[in-house]
């Protein structure tokens, strides 16, 4: 069961960026993490990154046809501003779950808004790289029920 992981802008920087909140891992660190986990669940991740709103649209519009069963996105920034991200989750049929690494509800007023939630089937928040881990269990059990 293939599922897309989509990792959203800066978190290419994660271990040099803001480590008191994000952690000390590399974005290459939590994907080997989300590769050895899923292959106990018997999943087959693929793991993208992008900066840019339009290139995750395509990737959200594209994951059926790609034969993706479930997707994780991690939209960072985008959770808070992009009404096209939420717009693109709310059209596609695959269960979506929403993951971030800190706990945004206890951040910032700005961030304590998701966007992107409401069109998620659940979201994952504040348990650091575990947030990814968590949403394949959930990919798993709300794929084989
Ligand atoms: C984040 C939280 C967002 O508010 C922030 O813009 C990020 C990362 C998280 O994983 O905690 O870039 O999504």
């Known amino acids: 069961m293939k599922i897309l992981i989509i990792h959203g802008p800066n978190l290419n920087l994660l271990g040099l960026r803001e480590p008191d909140i994000y952690g000390n891992e590399s974005l290459n ?8 986990r899923a292959e106990q669940l018997k999943l087959e991740p ?8 339009g290139v995750i649209i395509d990737w959200l519009q594209a994951a059926a046809t790609e034969k993706f069963s479930a997707i994780v996105i991690n939209p960072a920034a985008f959770t808070h501003t992009s009404v096209a991200i939420r717009d693109a989750i709310a ?8 993951v971030h690494l800190s706990n945004i509800y206890k951040r910032e007023e ?3 808004k998701s966007l992107t939630a409401p069109a998620c089937q659940g979201s994952i928040s504040g348990f650091g790289s575990n947030s990814y881990l968590l949403a394949l269990e959930a ?6 029920p």
């Open 110 to 112: 700005f961030r304590q």
């Open 46 to 53: 693929v793991c993208r990154q992008s900066n840019h709103e």
């Open 91 to 98: 059209a596609i049929s695959l269960p979506v779950i929403e």
């Open 29 to 36: 660190d939590i994907n080997l993490k989300i590769r050895a």
């Open 139 to 144: 990919c798993k059990l709300q794929t084989n």
